[in-house]
């Protein structure tokens, strides 16, 4: 079958080097792709938001299946336009209708869904501009530090933890009165903190039937030891050392099965993704957020551990027959390192040359912010610009390999965090 996948970032070459494996796969396209993903098949520069212009690709192009890897096309309503229209409506869509992607287009939404079906959260409150004098008086009396979120999706800057009461009116008078995360702000998510340790799981459902990935577990602070600004994902490992058998049963029990429940509750159409964004309190998991699809950097360790045909898995996810998926892992452990530009994650310069990409022995080589000029070099074009995954039989031996290469790998003002895993090494 002829397959189109969405996006442009290191998830979605993890996603071209897995799909392009499959013997399902006949002609793999991409849009709008980068440098790396155009090793498993055919960029197609078109936007991911664009509709219209996909939808003429895939009758174009006789597409059969369609991944979807960012959020916005998602929270856009891509699955809906493709349900609507006659033409279109034979295409397996992989990711959850409009509705679906509300647990993680709007935060408010995704708390209530998590109250309604019993989902161990922390506790919050939502407020407004309407409401916004009530908001001040319940950031002054709320124990610090605060979690403030923008509702709505605002490219992973809209969550501050403010340490001080005036910090936090601060950030909120910003999101509310003075539109910092634009319509993304205009209603905040006000969230009690919890003290633990995070992790990711993955979910593959119908809106019924479920399959388990490999678990994950990323690094957003820009300095080693977990300092400075957050950024997109300075790096990820799988498995997930304290997610073991005894907290997935608690994870299983008390968030994926009343998630899926609820889904299908709640009549959601949802064929895709579910990313579960979790918190361990004294062994217990509480979600901390939903998102509508894979994440990156996590895809970038998670899909190498999956020893499955990703098309099958994809066919069988739309004909209902997700339980007859044995899910296969790897046991080996993968560490990504991610290679970003310098003064990420605030301003930062792009367009240097990359060089040595080919030096990078023993690691797979994502790229995320890449792009090749006319002359057919491959240069920086983003914040974050390589994840360099590797496979050892200890998380050591994985980040040991990783660093080898990133370490090789160069492009002018290159830097990344050498301390990926290090609370477990």
């Known amino acids: 079958m002829n397959i189109l996948l969405l996006g442009s970032g290191g998830r979605e070459h993890a996603f071209a080097w897995k799909i392009s494996q499959s013997d399902l796969c006949q002609k793999l396209y991409i849009a709008p792709g980068n440098p790396g993903t155009a090793l498993h098949g055919e960029n197609v520069h078109i936007s991911v938001n664009d509709f219209d ?16 890897g960012p959020e916005d096309p998602l929270v856009n309503g891509i699955v809906d336009f493709f349900e609507q229209h006659e033409s279109l409506k034979h295409i397996r869509v992989v990711g ?59 490219a992973g800057k809209g969550v501050v933890i403010s340490q001080t009461t005036e910090e936090a009116i601060a950030e909120f008078t910003e ?37 388990l990935l490999p678990s994950a577990k990323d690094y957003k602070r820009i300095g080693e030891g977990d300092t ?33 429940h609820g889904i299908e509750n709640e009549g959601i159409g949802y064929k895709g993704f579910v990313f579960i964004g979790l918190i361990s309190v ?31 898995i994809f066919n069988k996810l739309h004909e209902g027959r ?28 792009k367009g240097y040359e990359i060089t040595q990409l080919n030096d990078a022995a023993g690691s797979q080589v994502f790229h ?38 990133a370490q090789k790998i160069q492009f002018e003002g290159k830097y990344f965090r050498q301390d990926i895993g290090w609370e477990f090494i």
């Open 228 to 260: 400075g600004l957050n950024t997109g994902g300075m790096g990820a490992i799988s498995p997930v050392p304290f997610a073991d058998e005894k907290f997935m049963k608690k994870v299983t029990d008390q968030i994926i099965l009343p998630t899926i």
């Open 282 to 312: 004294d062994g217990n998991p509480f979600v901390i957020e939903y998102n509508c699809r894979m994440g990156d950097p996590e895809t970038e360790v998670v899909l190498p551990r999956l020893e499955n045909d990703l098309v099958d």
């Open 175 to 211: 999101m509310i009165q003075h539109d910092k995360f634009g319509k993304a702000g205009s209603k905040v998510v006000i969230e009690e903190f919890l003290t633990g340790i995070e992790c990711s799981v993955f979910v593959l459902t119908d809106g019924k039937d479920y399959i």
């Open 368 to 405: 995320a912010g890449t792009k090749q000029t006319d002359d057919g070099r491959i240069v920086s074009n983003g914040g974050r610009v390589l994840a360099i995954t590797s496979f050892g039989n200890t998380l050591k031996q994985a980040l040991e390999m990783s660093i080898l290469n």
């Open 53 to 68: 212009a996909v939808e003429k690709l895939c009758t174009e192009k006789n597409i059969s299946m369609v991944v979807v």
């Open 96 to 154: 959850p209708s409009q509705k679906g992607a509300l647990l993680e287009g709007s935060k408010a939404f995704a708390k209530e869904f998590m109250i309604k079906y019993g989902i161990p959260t922390a506790g919050y409150r939502e407020f407004h501009s309407g409401n916004f004098e009530e908001g001040l008086q319940y950031i002054q009396h709320h124990s610090l530090p605060i979690v403030l979120k923008a509702d709505g999706l605002a």
């Open 322 to 349: 997700l339980n007859d998926v044995i899910c296969r892992h790897s046991p080996s452990t993968s560490a990504t390192i991610m290679l970003v530009s310098k003064g990420y994650p605030e301003e930062y310069q």
